[in-house]
């Protein structure tokens, strides 16, 4: 595929202010893993000069090889006992009303990560009592009593990414399968929990397959949505087959609202945690 050039409107933002500094250093201080890092998020800049960040938990080394993703895959660490209580610290010092966390996938443990997963929600709310919460799932290969472990620790909303549409699945995710993520959205909707995904554009996705993906998550009850650009991470990952233009995230945005979506954020640099606190101050 012809390389596609990114467009002029399409800046990443870079931070540097004293709350920047002062964000990364409680991070590395903690030993802490951040998706902003790591997924090389075009957002980080403004998010670490607010003080906030996207914690990712079970070390930083994926089970999994997704096309889209920049997380080193291979062979992980053991868990690390003392991260929740790092986590829960971190977002102490942060100050942080929300706390947005997620993780690599760990295939590797009998558990896939599910108990280390409710022992940092725990923690989180034990030291941050008057902190929201939201948890970005792996899919857990859907078996629904590790999901229903995540939605027994209440978590405030619980979102697990479909990532891009039905027919590109299995090219864009290693695992993954778009029935299965759907699985893990209803269940986490049947527990009573506040469901919400995301989806990624430019990967050669149809407008008509987004309006399905729409219907797919609206069938589940998943009544929260991010849409963004992928931006490919390197040269080993995905190309971009598309740079959608900002027109086009703003129609996608009413139209979900229009078909009962209570939130979307929809735009070329939105990502999965992206004003994430929002969704709170809207809730019922």
């Not at 004293?18 to 590395?28: D, H, M, P, Q």
């Not at 209580?85 to 929300?98: D, F, G, P, Y």
């Not at 792996?138 to 620790?153: H, M, S, T, Y």
């Not at 963004?228 to 390197?234: A, T």
Request: charged residues 25%.
């Amino acid at each position: 595929m012809a390389h596609v050039k990114k467009p002029d409107w399409l800046r990443v933002r870079l931070g540097g202010n004293a709350k920047f500094s002062e964000t990364k250093n409680i991070v590395e201080s903690h030993c802490l893993h951040t998706i902003c890092a790591s997924g090389r998020c075009p957002n980080m800049g403004e998010c670490w000069e607010k003080g906030t960040a996207t914690f990712m938990i079970s070390g930083d080394i994926c089970t999994r090889s997704c096309r889209f993703c920049n997380t080193k895959t291979g062979k992980p660490m053991a868990l690390n006992v003392n991260e929740p209580e790092n986590v829960a610290r971190s977002i102490a010092l942060m100050k942080l009303k929300h706390a947005v966390i997620t993780s690599v996938d760990r295939d590797d443990l009998p558990d896939l990560g599910a108990e280390h997963w409710v022992n940092t929600i725990n923690k989180i709310k034990e030291i941050n009592p008057l902190t929201t919460l939201e948890v970005l799932i792996p899919d857990f290969q859907g078996r629904p009593e590790l999901i229903d472990k995540v939605c027994n620790a209440l978590p405030d909303v619980i979102s697990h990414n479909m990532e891009t549409v039905r027919r590109l699945t299995p090219d864009v995710r290693s695992a993954a399968k778009y029935d299965t993520s759907l699985s893990v959205l209803k269940r986490i909707s049947e527990n009573g929990c506040r469901a919400k995904s995301g989806v990624m554009l430019g990967l050669g996705e149809t407008f008509n397959e987004i309006i399905e993906l729409m219907h797919d998550l609206l069938s589940v009850n998943c009544r929260i949505l991010t849409i963004g650009q992928y931006l490919q991470p390197s040269r080993k990952h995905l190309p971009v087959s598309e740079y959608i233009a900002p027109e086009v995230f703003d129609n996608l945005k009413e139209a979900a609202l229009n078909k009962g979506f209570e939130h979307v954020e929809s735009g070329p640099l939105v990502r999965s945690s992206y004003h994430a606190e929002k969704i709170m101050n809207e809730k019922d």
